[in-house]
Nanobody, 124 residues
Framework: QVQLVESGGGSVQAGGSLRLSCAGS????????MAWFRQTPGKEREGVAV???????TYVDSVKGRFTISKDNAKNTLYLQMNTLKPEDTAMYYC??????????????????WGQGTQVTVSS
């Protein structure tokens, strides 16, 4: 059974940093696409960063230059390093896993596996 468990969220002041982790279990297939999404109440889930099996990455414009997505295949763990945080980064952050597509994407229905979320709160 595939499981994803996020950790690393918390409360920080604007300009601070956090590193989110997403520990995966129940699978050995590293040919996948993994992504970080975020969501605030009343809004749709937004793709933040995505990484494919070759390590190629894509970011939403609002986080370019501040966030870095990476993964450790040996540990089945996905990371999101978030620097220079802004109040508008406040959200619940989710990791997601897609085994069926090779290309990077932020299409929510194609991600069949999701973590439970970790809250990030940035104060001004």
């Amino acid at each position: 059974q595939v499981q994803l468990v996020e950790s690393g969220g918390g409360s920080v002041q604007a300009g601070g940093s956090l590193r989110l982790s997403c520990a995966g279990s129940g699978y050995t297939n590293n040919r996948n696409v993994m992504a970080w999404f975020r969501q605030t109440p009343g809004k749709e889930r937004e793709g933040v960063a995505v990484i494919d099996s070759d390590g190629s990455t894509t970011y939403v414009d609002s986080v370019k230059g501040r966030f870095t997505i990476s993964k450790d295949n040996a540990k089945n763990t996905l990371y999101l390093q978030m620097n220079t945080l802004k109040p508008e980064d406040t959200a619940m952050y989710y990791c997601a896993l897609d085994f069926n597509h090779a290309s990077k994407h932020f299409y929510v229905p194609w991600y069949h596996y999701w973590g439970q979320g970790t809250q990030v709160t940035v104060s001004s």
